[in-house]
């Protein structure tokens, strides 16, 4: 029995579109049948994802305006990786610009694909503890709020539907064990 699985073959691989942030692609692909057709994604350099964790063992999260769905939303600190950077570098970045705090300790935890029908990014989840306030330096389009939770307000508020940025989820479901 052939394997159920097997990978395509990529024809064509161009650049479509191209931004600081990411790129969009297009492939022409084969698959194992001999079926082609065209797949259009986002190309990122990945993202990294702090979970922020104060002496008090509270959750440092943020709140900020989302164009997109013009809603506010609540969220841990996450950006992408700009070019140059490696994920832990990228983590810290985030966490300084948009909550004010550095930390001592970074550990990496894990790790998801946020969107793998779109986009190649990998997101990378760091525990940050050892806290240092150093003063916010936010992007030009963030206007953001900080504030504290206990880790069990955070799963109610994921429950609640409080908090319903994917990426916020899925990177407090990997870290949340690191906390408690």
């Not at 806290?131 to 206007?143: A, H, N, Q």
């Not at 989820?169 to 064990?177: S, T």
Request: proline share 4%; glycine share 8%.
């Amino acid at each position: 029995m052939a394997n159920k699985f097997e990978s395509w073959k990529t024809l064509l691989s161009e650049e479509v579109f191209s931004s600081p942030w990411m790129s969009i692609r297009h492939r022409i692909f084969e698959m194992p049948d001999g079926k082609r057709g065209n797949y259009f994604y986002m190309h990122t350099n990945g993202s990294a994802l702090t979970i922020p964790v104060t002496h008090e063992k509270k959750i440092l999260l943020i709140r900020q305006y989302r164009y997109i769905t013009d809603e506010i939303s609540i969220e841990l600190p996450c950006g992408g990786i700009k070019e140059g950077q490696n994920e832990y570098e990228a983590a810290r970045a985030e966490l300084i610009e948009e909550t004010g705090y550095d930390c001592k300790k970074l550990k990496k935890i894990g790790g998801f694909l946020p969107y793998n029908g779109l986009s190649d990014e990998y997101c990378t989840v760091f525990i940050a503890r050892k806290l240092e306030y150093v003063g916010e330096r936010p992007d030009f389009t963030e206007k953001i709020e900080v504030f504290t939770a206990l880790p069990e307000e955070v799963d109610r508020m994921i429950e609640k539907g409080k908090i319903k940025d994917g990426m916020s989820i899925a990177g407090w479901m990997l870290g949340r064990r690191y906390v408690l």
